[in-house]
């Protein structure tokens, strides 16, 4: 999986920190996140109650993921956070649990 990064700036810095920027203080580099809140994902490899249980566990191990949904069926799955939440933290779950993380959907 390829790394993008987005440029996180606060409104009321004026000079570049070196902090991951989550605290609000300056521009830099940081790996691309979502929002807090919801993201569905498309995994790979699912195929019973099993998996489902696998999945769920790892990925609420990840800080401030609230509830996680699985589509055995479509195999989407459906994750709710209180903070923001990076696609390489979802696909290191998804990976430990067995499954490939196909991408984010939404």
Not at 81 to 100: F, H, I, K, N, Q
């Amino acid at each position: 999986m390829s790394e993008t990064t987005v440029a996180v700036e606060s409104p009321a810095a004026e000079t570049t920190a070196s902090c991951c920027g989550s605290c609000g203080t300056g521009a830099t580099e940081a790996p691309a996140t979502g929002t807090a809140g919801r993201a569905v994902f498309q995994v790979k490899g699912m195929t019973c109650g099993h998996c489902v249980t696998s999945v769920t566990a790892e990925l609420r191990k990840i800080d401030g993921i609230t509830d996680v949904a699985v589509d055995l069926a479509t195999g989407k799955v459906t994750v709710d956070s209180t903070l923001p939440l990076a696609d390489e933290a979802v696909a290191a779950a998804v990976d430990e649990a067995g499954y490939d993380l196909v991408g984010r959907l939404g």
